[in-house]
């Protein structure tokens, strides 16, 4: 067990800054989380570089050797320009690099290596993925069910929902819709507290932020940052990348990481930071915000812009006494990273790095959820159920489109009968149903897009599985699935009077339910590849087309190309199915008339073996069965892919990354050895720059 000094108040002595007293006692007591001592977490990170792969295939460093560390009780704010690498920085510390992304260095939690994602640690990202449909008070509830522990009694869960709401000044919005597309809800401001709210709730040991108080005006930024810091005094570890803060705001953070292109500018105590500054020769005028003043010391981004004003009002800033009108900024964040890494700061950074690191301290598990599956999934299924209800755009408006068009379909095929042209009619009308009404089921595919970003955020925090996640989707829809195909399925069959006979409806509305929910299933293993709903809902009508095309309507079973498209194509594609299906459904039984009534009636049989195609040795049940298990093949398919982009991906990146960089580091050798051999003037040059680099890095 550690002992950890810097559990103490730090500062100016607060214990419990901006954080309700209600909310921290109710924690420790209901939840038996004693956070300090047992569980907290330090965290260092040492010689942390981050490269990325560029479209164009070049490689970029985003983050340079960088090292610092975070301990329990404290709040670290990460600061610097657009573009100096904050956001990687959490990313890269929390175990959320893009794909494209290498990572090297060493990143310890308790001096061990620890994948930080899926709950280890809370992080509130810039982008509020929120449910829209939820009002505040709910969304936290729902979040508190999820996690909080199912034996801790409903009234002290409602009360820890009532303090956090109270923690982030949500209480006059708390029964207002957060928004969405058709629905205007709460400000930028409060949805930036709700989801910051969703993640203090659980009071995580190791909480990331990303630009919490962006958005924020400037006494909800103070306040926002206040409950932080109470909560760090707790024990918690906060890190947070923070733009412009007020000097009342920066006050309340203990430690500083200032970067800018990527390299430390500063790393230590935020009180000490302005003294840091003077001693590099920036000292901060006394009329500006100090952390105004760093950041305009290493912004280089408009050097340019500067130079060409200090040529148009050149008397007034010859009279200036500020050291950033004398030098470009690009000069300064030279002399501050030089002087950074020989001052003491940088090296008390790394011996306590060091140090912390020797200490191998508890192994912390993922911290996300307490509650049980089968609490989540009963949870996740409420809360979908009711965002489904109330999202017009997921259900409500497909069911409008559905029975418009199937009241489209049956006034065109109105009592279609048994005359010999009902024949193709019938299966025009069967192709019709099966191929285009189903095919309408993607409308659904945005609102669902939205639910995954939801469903990627609490998953990555760990708040529940994938597997709850998926038992709740499906349950959730079913519902709404059976009234969308069971009112518009039976419109079409007492409309058009397909095959009399209850059995007959019966298998008419179930595999219409199958159809559609196949297509809900394969939009979703689409969703687990491409999160953009264009892209989507693109990839998703191409495939349904081409499983149409091969569906036995368009060219008949056996005129289609055996290799690929007969096999395994027409077998995948679920039109196939639900077509035969469907086709023996109508016409088994039946008997149609001739063409003319000199001719012999035609029996359904005949039809359906010379005409269609169709097996009649296989039972109508069976096909739908078929629809039935490619639901829970689709499903099973979703989940698969999560997993390996959760578990397999990380691998295969980090692995061809390493090749990557390794190749490019033997053909850089290759290249300067030729290159020097090839020109002996050029060989001093060459081994001059190979020494500088080696001592750059
Ligand atoms: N996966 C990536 N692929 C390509 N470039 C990347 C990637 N991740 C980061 N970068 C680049 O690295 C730089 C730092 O990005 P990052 O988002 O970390 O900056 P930031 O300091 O958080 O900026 P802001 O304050 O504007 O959010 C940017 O120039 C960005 O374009």
Same mark, same amino acid.
């Given at each position: ?401 559905? $029975? ?93 009077? $397909? ?199």
């Amino acid at each position: 067990m550690l002992e950890i000094e810097s559990n103490k108040p730090v500062g100016n002595g607060i214990v419990v800054g901006g954080l309700s007293p209600l909310s921290e006692t109710l924690w420790k007591e209901k939840t038996n989380t004693e956070l300090i001592g047992d569980v907290s977490a330090r965290l260092t990170w040492k010689d942390l570089t981050v490269t990325v792969t560029l479209a164009s295939g070049d490689t970029q460093k985003v983050l340079d050797g960088l090292t610092g560390y975070a301990e329990p009780g404290t709040i670290t704010a990460l600061m610097g320009p657009s573009g100096s690498g904050k956001s990687t920085l959490l990313d890269a510390l929390s175990s959320r690099l893009a794909a494209n992304a290498f990572l090297s260095g060493t990143i310890l939690l308790n001096g061990r290596k620890t994948k930080m994602s899926f709950g280890t640690a809370a992080y509130v990202t810039q982008d509020d993925n929120l449910i829209g449909t939820l009002t505040v008070r709910e969304t936290i509830s729902y979040s508190a069910s999820l996690r909080l522990p199912d034996k801790m009694p409903r009234e002290e869960k409602r009360a820890l929902v009532e303090g956090t709401i109270v923690e982030m000044g949500l209480q006059d919005c708390a029964n207002t819709a957060v928004g969405n597309w058709h629905l205007r809800g709460i400000s930028g401001g409060e949805k930036r507290r709700v989801s910051i709210a969703l993640e203090i709730l659980m009071r995580p040991r190791l909480l990331f932020l990303d630009e919490p108080t962006s958005g924020l005006d400037s006494a909800s930024a103070f306040f926002v940052t206040q409950t932080l810091r109470g909560l760090s005094r707790g024990g918690r570890t906060i890190i947070a990348s923070i733009h412009q803060p007020s000097s009342e705001v920066f006050e309340l953070f203990d430690r500083l990481f200032l970067l800018s292109g990527g390299e430390t500018v500063y790393f230590g105590q935020a009180s000490e930071a302005c003294e840091y500054f003077a001693q590099a020769g920036f000292p901060c005028p006394s009329l500006r915000n100090p952390s105004d003043h760093f950041l305009r010391c290493i912004n280089a981004d408009f050097d340019k812009v500067k130079a060409s004003l200090k040529g148009s009002m050149k008397t007034r800033f010859e009279r200036s006494d500020d050291p950033l009108d004398k030098i470009t900024t690009t000069e300064a964040i030279r002399r501050l990273t030089e002087f950074y890494t020989h001052s003491q700061y940088y090296h008390s950074a790394v011996e306590k790095v060091d140090e912390i690191a020797r200490v191998k301290g508890t192994v912390l598990d993922s911290g996300g959820s307490q509650a049980s599956f089968f609490m989540q999934a009963f949870t996740l299924t409420k809360r979908s159920f009711v965002n489904m209800s109330r999202d017009f755009g997921y259900y409500w408006l497909r069911l409008v489109i559905y $029975l418009v068009v199937t009241i489209c379909i049956g006034t065109i095929y109105l009592n279609v009968g048994t005359s010999y042209s009902s024949i193709l009619a019938r299966g025009a009308c069967a192709s019709f149903v099966f191929g285009f009404v189903t095919f309408m089921s993607i409308g659904g595919f945005p609102s669902f897009v939205e639910d995954m970003k939801v469903f990627q955020r609490e998953r990555l925090n760990g708040h529940y599985g994938v597997s709850a996640f998926v038992i709740s989707n499906t349950l959730a829809a079913m519902p709404f699935l059976i009234l969308i195909t069971f009112a518009s399925g039976t419109i079409c069959y007492f409309m058009v009077r $397909l095959h009399p006979g209850f059995m007959h409806y019966l298998f008419f509305v179930l595999c219409l339910y199958a159809s559609v929910t196949v297509v809900e299933s394969l939009m979703m293993a689409i969703a687990s590849v491409v999160p953009n709903f264009l892209m989507g809902i693109i990839i998703g009508a191409g495939i349904q087309g081409i499983f149409m095309l091969v569906s036995g309507y368009f060219r008949l079973p056996n005129d289609i190309p055996k290799p690929f498209w007969r096999y395994p194509m027409s077998y995948i594609s679920f039109h196939y199915w639900a077509l035969q299906g469907q086709y023996q459904n109508d016409l088994r039984g039946l008997i149609f008339d001739n063409q003319s009534p000199d001719l012999p009636k035609i029996p359904g049989e005949y039809i359906l073996e010379n005409v269609f195609q169709i097996d009649v040795n296989r039972s109508k049940w069976l096909d739908l069965l078929v629809l039935f298990s490619m639901i829970a093949i689709y499903r099973i398919l979703f989940f698969i892919m999560i997993k390996v982009s959760e578990d397999v991906t990380p691998w295969i990146r980090g692995y061809i990354a390493r090749r990557r960089l390794q190749h490019k580091k033997n053909s850089k050798k290759h290249g300067s050895a030729d290159l020097a051999n090839r020109t002996p003037s050029l060989r001093a040059y060459v081994v001059e720059a190979e020494a500088s680099s080696t001592r750059t890095s």
